[in-house]
């Protein structure tokens, strides 16, 4: 073969190999692509998994340390910590390998269903600090009320107003910290507990029946009274109560 055959032949082996290593390192990076692309749908779902975490956390902590005192959290809470456990156990090495057996999509569903138990559990908590929140509700009605027989007070009207903020808004907001929401709470506590403001509390305290206290409900609702309703032992309890010697005059 002439010289310039030989060259041409070289020239032609030259391309071939080249052409050759350009299609492995296509196939190459379009694997690569293929990968990442399946890895940041993993690192998206694990994403919104941990942020739905914290919040069902925040929230259990909140309802079980520091509105209720409870000794444990409900087990819906158990279970999708249990199974979000169970779907972050890996190392990175694990998930390449899923990935290059095309069983990610398998990965991804256990990661959904994780997210599932996780919001299930959040709906329960966040449904059991509505309950809190509508038990406070009605004892601070119930407050306002026995507050209009003694006049107004600006020191209990500031801490109804903030123990409603507090269970309206505050006690669900997780940009706040646990101990600054913890300690609030617990000072809110104590002014509400020595206040002694709600019904029952008024009513233990000064020893009154359940018929003085249906009259008082009546009087600090603006509502008025049967004479017939007022016997004595009404009347003697109701002037019993220093505080109530001012604010309930009884005519004839």
Known sequence: MSQSGDSLASRVNEISTKAAEYETADNFEAKKQRYLGKLDSV???????????????????????????????????EDARRQS???????????YQQVDADSIGDYEQKVQQAQKK????????????????????????????????????????????????????????????ISSLRSEWSGLQKQWNKSGMDWQTFQRENNLSDKTIDILQRLAEGRSIQLRKLDGDIAKELLSVDELRDVVKIKI
């Open 118 to 177: 996780v919001k299930e559990a959040t709906n329960q908590l966040e449904n059991e600090l509505d309950d809190v929140e509508q038990r406070w509700q009605n004892k601070l009605n119930a407050a306002r009320n026995v507050q209009k027989l003694f006049g107004h007070s600006s020191d209990k009207a500031r801490m109804f107003n903030e123990i409603e903020a507090f269970v309206e808004r505050r006690m669900k907001d997780d940009s706040e910290s």
């Open 85 to 95: 456990r169970s779907v972050v156990d890996y190392d990175k090495d694990w998930y």
């Open 43 to 77: 690192e998206d779902a694990l994403d919104r998994l941990n942020r739905r975490v914290q919040r069902m956390e925040f929230l259990a902590t909140i309802l079980v340390d520091v509105v209720e005192g409870k000794d444990e959290v409900p087990g819906t809470v």
